[in-house]
Structure formats: C-alpha cells, structure tokens
C-alpha cells in the first residue's frame, strides 16, 4: 500500500519499543520518537524542533559527523533530502516500510527500508541511495543509520573484539564519554578478527549496581548488529547539553565503514546499504539475546530446524600431515565415538605444489596424489560405510603464489598497480571479476562431484585485503571495491548453497573473522575463533550468544592450553559440539569422558542449540570473574545448566537461581562433571529458583544439569 508523503508521523512498531519520524515543513525527517513507547509518543511541537532522523551534509548540524555525505555529479558537496513518499507492507509477520527522501535539487534517491518482527522484536533497517545526475556521485559516508538519544552521563557500552586472529569476542565496558569513538573494523576480510560489527549499550543508565554485578534479566539494553561481510562501523558521538546534569546527546551511526574508501555511484545504479539489525530490550541482556536469537532462526539461518551435527576435525589432531591411511583411521575412531561428520581440514590438495604446509597449493583443488592416491571418494565411502558422513575444508577465493592457478591466471588477484603484499603466503582473489566468480563456485562444484556422498563444507578465507584494487573496476572506481567485495562474495556464497541445498556449510575466516548477520544467511553455523582454549572459549562463547544462537556457535574440544579434558568437553557442550582431538591418542580414561561429552551432547543439544538462554554469573564483568553461569531453556520444559569455574575465586561463592521453571512443577534433575560425578535427584522448579548451591571450588571444573519435567503440561 503506498501513502502520499504526509505530516502525519511515520511509526514503526518493532515488537514491544520502536521508533517515529516526521517530516517539518521543507520535508526534512525528524526523530519524534526512539525506545519502548517510541512508536507511539505524540507530536507536541513542531516538527522542526526534533532531532534530525538521518542528518546529511547539509548544514543544519554542521558540528557533527554526517550520516550521508555525497559530492554530486556537479561538484556539489551538500544534499538537501525531502521525504516524497510512505510506503507500508503489513504481513503476519511484521511489516515492511519504505520512506522515500529526494534531494531538493538533484534527481537523487534515498530510501529508507524498515522491516519489522514483532515476534522477536528485532528491526531491520537499511537504506537504498540511487540517483539520475549527470555522472557519477561520490558518497564519502553512507550509513545506513543514525539514531539520537539522550544518555545520562554514566551510560555505558560493550563492545566486542581484541586483537585480531585467535582474539575474537573480547569483551570490554566503556564508558560513553563525550566525545567520538568509532567501533570500526578494516581489512576487508576477516574484520570481525578486530571488532566485531555488533555493540550493546545501556541508555538509561550503567550496566552493573553500585557493586558492579549486572542483573542479566533487567534494564534497558540496546542491542545492535551490522549484518555486512565486510569493513563496517560503529559511531557513537556524544555531546554534554548546556545545562549541568542534563542528560548528554548520542548520535549513534552505524553501517559499511567508507573510511578511505569514497563510493563512486553511477546514474541508474542502486547501492542498497547494509542491514543493521537492533532492538531495545526491557528486560537487559537475556532480552536481547532472546531476540537476536529468535529472529535469527527466523530470518537468519539457513535450515533453522534442523539440528546442527556432532563434528570430528581433524586439523588440530594432523595438521597438514596424514594420509589415507591416518585419516580412515580417525574416521574410524569418530564413528566409534559417536560423530555424526568427520571434517577433514586443510592439506587434502596440491599436485605439482603439495600442500604439506600453507606456503603453497592453495587454488589447486586436484587431491594430493601423494597423500589420498584415490582421492576424497575413498574417504567418504569410508565414513559411509560407517554409518557417518563427510566434510571437506576449501579456501576458494584465496591462492597462494606457488600454485598452477597463480601461474595460469596471475590476472585474477586482487591488487592494485604495486607487487601485492602476502599474507599467509597467499593473495586474495578478485571476486568482482566474472571469472574468478564462477572458478570459486567450481571449487566447490568440482570438489563435492569428486566425493558425491560428502555433506559438509568448511569456507575458510586466511587473509585480509591488504592492496585493494581490482581490473574489474575502472581507474576513477578502484576505492569501490571495498564496498563491491562483499556483494561479489555474498553471490558466490548464495550461488553455492542454492546450487547444494542440502550441504552444510560452515563459515570461517582465520576463526570467527566473518562472524555477522549478513555472511550468515548462506551458511549453517561458524567457526567461533581458533581459540580453543576453554577459558577463554567461555568468555568468548558469552559474549558471542548475545547475538547468536547456540546452534550457529561451532565449539570444539582441542588441547589448546592443555586444560583437563572434563572441563574442555563441558565448554564445548555449551555450544555446537564437537571434537577436534587425535582421536587415535586419547587414553582409556580420555576416551571415557568424550563418551560421557557425546551422550550429555545427545540428550541437550537441541535444548543448547535451539533455546532460551538465562545468564546468572558472568565471566567477563564485576569484580570477579572467575566463574561463569547460565541456563538454556527449551521448548519442552528441558534445561540445561551450565556452571564454571575458571580460576581461583576472588568472591564467595554464588546461589544458582535459575530462571523461567514452573514453580510447581517436579524436575529429574541429572548433575555431572564428566569426570565420574553423575547425580540423579528430584526437585521442584521452586527448589531450583530458591537456588542451587555453587558446587565448584577447584579452578578448570564444570558441572552440567539436566532438568527435566516429570510431569510435563
Ligand atoms: C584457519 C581455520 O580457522 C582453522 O580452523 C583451519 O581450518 C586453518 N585455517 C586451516 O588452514
């Protein structure tokens, strides 16, 4: 339904909060409203008197950053935007609004796209920029976002990343303080490695109490993620008011990050900016990560409802190192075990460049005749015959020097005019070139043809762009391609999984380096980080479940840091499980608690991957972090608890409350510590809630329950 352009205000229900625009007298958009009642507050002073709603260089707020700032065909640096036209698609689940803006002067576009899902109360926003001057516009800022609130002055954010490979996820509060700080992440690919494109932020006041413990299920949190595979950015700019104690102002702008990189847009051409998905939750954290859950198995993931496999890989347990024999051998060991898919890693391929470590071979995707003399077919006949299946690792927009690809198409890097710098001693691949677009989806292709029962792909990409450039774009475009690189990428990743829907694939970049919503949509789950180290993988694993659910999270048991087995298993439980061990080293005693791992992983993980998460101790925040705990609840009553113990305890020792149970109803209650403790008692949800008692004392132990209902509604 399309609506003339009114003075009516523009609402937008998200679900329980949203938003409200207006447009004054000249058609220039106003923030009436942002937050729980922000759909519904009234006008009560003009429309000119309220904050701008995506400002443009245009100079009403000329001591700010713009939201859009675009030189025009002309050489005109100002964009005057006036809203011309409201349209609003309602279906059962949500609705989908369109605000169209055109500048006063030139034939120039700007959409804004709002869809929302009342079910879990996230929103999508994105905007569309097109245009018919007479040339190419240049955009130096093109957010797709920018949202004004007034904060207190102890408001405060979390923001996520370290720094960069093996790092991801690091938590860290921040005061807002006045001033700017841009959350931004570059490098193309694997941007996430430094920060990842997802922020959460407290408006109404600090996280925490005067104690620092932050009550997980209460308060105002905005939670807030950009769903691009590429560079993208965060902006919070604050101002003090005049007035002292007078809350301060945010301008919160998020979107692709243009730094360095001015866009050049040519007439009739649409640039549909990122999607930033946000919602306003009342209820703190466990609210958005209800939310961002919820609308991610609804709008995100592929195959939302089917349950994630139990994965074996091999490439901590090998390296590049095996051969037919080693590899059939762990598959063994994997089926025995209770695997639903053995992976096998990178150092598969290679002919006249082996690859036997990551100097070389990358781009020959013929099997090492050396290594696996009949190819991967063996292999997955293999794993057939043992009643699992298989997957295959690929890296197929990366190639390495000394391979027969870079000889024969030294033209299909992406470079600039200079020698290209190496990283991993491999270059990036052009995805913007035709060609090199159908050659990845033919790795794929080619590789699945080889091994036809092979139903699970790991996509790694171990590099960043370094010498941005490519031959597909003219000389006065090559800053487009960091922008262009993602839509290239993403059509090849849709290409893959359109043309193997019933493959699934994993996303991985040097560990979680494309961990986002957007990459996402192609893919069934994500290597979180490389780091495997348990303790560290808690503290990640809770700040990464914030936005996704324990389905999409891979988790694997390893000996990085050499932690005691039980205790790595039980990390690994809290998310996709699954194992990437020498399968053929493990003692009796090892072999003992993975298959203890594998049954808790077969009774819960559809409670873990699919569930309601409640968060009780956390890891990363308060004077005290050495324990973590939380609860994830499923749709039949079940639930799994998780509990910690990291390091040696700086507090005493908490109550364990869960959460969400029926007060009156029985539990089995199963406890374990997968090291030869296992408890079967009965409790009522009451018992639970008035709290169970914190068993840990010795740093590296876990203790998982299994609630289950006796006597189910
Ligand atoms: C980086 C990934 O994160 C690892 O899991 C592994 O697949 C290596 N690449 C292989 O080169």
């Known amino acids: 339904m399309s609506d003339a352009p009114t003075s009516q205000p523009i609402r937008i229900d998200a679900g329980g909060w949203g938003l409200?625009?207006?447009?004054?007298?000249?058609?220039?958009?106003?923030?009436?409203?942002?937050?729980?009642?922000?759909?519904?507050?009234p006008l009560e002073v003009g429309a000119q008197w309220y904050p701008l709603a995506f400002p443009t260089l245009d100079g009403t707020d000329p001591f700010r950053p713009p939201a859009l700032q675009i030189t025009h065909a002309d050489g005109t640096l100002t964009t005057r935007l006036a809203l011309t036209a409201v349209e609003r698609d309602d279906d059962p689940s949500g609705s989908h609004v369109v605000v169209r803006t055109t500048d006063e002067r030139f034939d120039l576009t700007v959409e804004h796209h709002f869809r929302s899902h009342p079910d879990s109360g996230v929103l999508e926003q994105w905007a569309e920029v097109f245009h018919v001057e007479d040339g190419p516009v240049t955009l130096l800022a093109h957010d797709t976002l920018a949202l004004f609130l007034m904060v207190p002055d102890d408001a405060e954010l979390v923001q996520f990343g370290g720094a960069g490979w093996a790092d991801e996820w690091r938590w860290s509060t921040d005061p807002l303080t006045i001033g700017t700080t841009v959350l931004g992440s570059l490098g193309g690919v694997q941007p996430h490695l430094q920060r990842s494109p997802c922020l959460l932020l407290s408006p109404a006041g600090p996280f925490g109490g005067p104690d620092g413990a932050v009550a997980q299920d209460e308060g105002e949190v905005i939670g807030l993620s950009v769903a691009w595979g590429g560079n993208s950015h965060l902006t919070l700019d604050v101002k003090p008011r005049a007035e002292l104690d007078a809350p301060r102002e945010l301008r919160l702008r998020a979107g692709a990050n243009a730094l360095g990189a001015p866009y050049r847009l040519d007439p009739g051409v649409r640039m549909v900016l990122p999607t930033v998905a946000w919602t306003w939750s009342t209820t703190g954290r466990d609210g958005v990560t209800e939310a961002f859950h919820r609308w991610s198995r609804d709008r995100v993931l592929r195959d939302p409802d089917r349950l994630r496999p139990l994965v074996v890989n091999n490439w901590e347990a090998t390296f590049f190192d095996f051969d037919e024999s080693r590899i059939v051998g762990l598959i063994d060991r994997a089926a025995d075990l209770g695997a639903d898919v053995f992976l096998l890693d990178d150092g598969w391929f290679g002919t006249t460049h082996p690859r036997d470590d990551d100097t070389q071979g990358l781009g020959d995707w013929d099997h090492d005749v050396r290594k696996l003399p009949g190819g991967l077919a063996p292999l997955a006949d293999a794993a057939a015959a043992r009643g699992i299946r298989f997957g295959i690792w690929v890296e197929p927009e990366m190639v390495n020097p000394l391979s027969e690809l870079h000889e024969a198409h030294p033209e299909w890097e992406l470079r600039d005019g200079r020698e290209p710098r190496l990283h991993r001693h491999q270059l990036h691949l052009d995805p913007l070139q035709p060609d090199v677009r159908?050659?990845?989806?033919?790795?794929?292709?080619?590789?699945?043809?080889?091994?036809?029962?092979?139903?699970?792909?790991?996509?790694?990409?171990?590099?960043?762009?370094?010498?941005?450039?490519?031959?597909?774009?003219?000389?006065?475009?090559?800053?487009?391609?960091?922008?262009?690189?993602?839509?290239?990428?993403?059509?090849?990743?849709a290409r893959v999984a359109e043309g193997h829907p019933d493959v699934e694939l994993m996303l991985c970049a040097s560990g979680g380096g494309r961990v986002d919503h957007g990459t996402l949509r192609w893919f069934h789950e994500f290597w979180t980080s490389d780091n495997t180290d348990p303790v560290t993988r808690v503290r990640m694993q809770w700040a990464c479940s914030h936005f996704f659910p324990g389905a999409v999270m891979a988790a694997h048991v390893t000996r990085w840091g050499e932690r005691p087995l039980p205790f790595a298993c039980a990390v690994a439980l809290s998310g996709r499980f699954g194992i990437d061990l020498d399968l053929g080293a493990v003692s009796a005693e090892e072999d003992a608690v993975l298959r203890r791992a594998v049954a808790w992983a077969r009774r819960t993980q559809d409670v873990v991957q699919r569930g309601v998460v409640r968060r009780y101790v956390s890891p990363v925040?308060?004077?005290?972090?050495?324990?973590?705990?939380?609860?994830?609840?499923?749709?039949?009553?079940?639930?799994?608890?998780?509990?910690?113990?990291?390091?040696?305890?700086?507090?005493?020792?908490?109550?364990?409350?869960?959460?969400?149970?029926?007060?009156?109803?029985?539990?089995?209650?199963?406890a374990t510590d997968l090291d030869g403790f296992d408890e079967t008692s009965t409790a009522t949800g009451a018992e639970l809630t008035d709290g169970i008692a914190w068993p840990l004392d010795a740093p590296l132990t876990a203790r998982l329950w299994e609630l289950t209902p006796t006597d189910p509604a």
């Open 438 to 493: 159908d050659f990845e989806v033919g790795v794929v292709d080619r590789t699945l043809a080889s091994a036809p029962s092979t139903s699970y792909v790991k996509w790694d990409a171990n590099r960043p762009i370094t010498d941005p450039g490519s031959r597909a774009l003219p000389t006065d475009r090559q800053a487009n391609v960091w922008f262009d690189h993602v839509g290239a990428t993403w059509d090849v990743m």
């Open 20 to 41: 409200s625009w207006v447009a004054d007298d000249d058609g220039r958009l106003h923030q009436l409203g942002l937050g729980p009642e922000g759909h519904t507050v």
């Open 621 to 670: 925040e308060g004077p005290d972090r050495s324990r973590a705990a939380w609860s994830v609840h499923g749709d039949d009553g079940r639930v799994a608890v998780f509990a910690f113990q990291l390091d040696e305890p700086a507090t005493s020792a908490p109550t364990l409350r869960v959460r969400g149970l029926d007060p009156a109803a029985s539990y089995e209650v199963r």
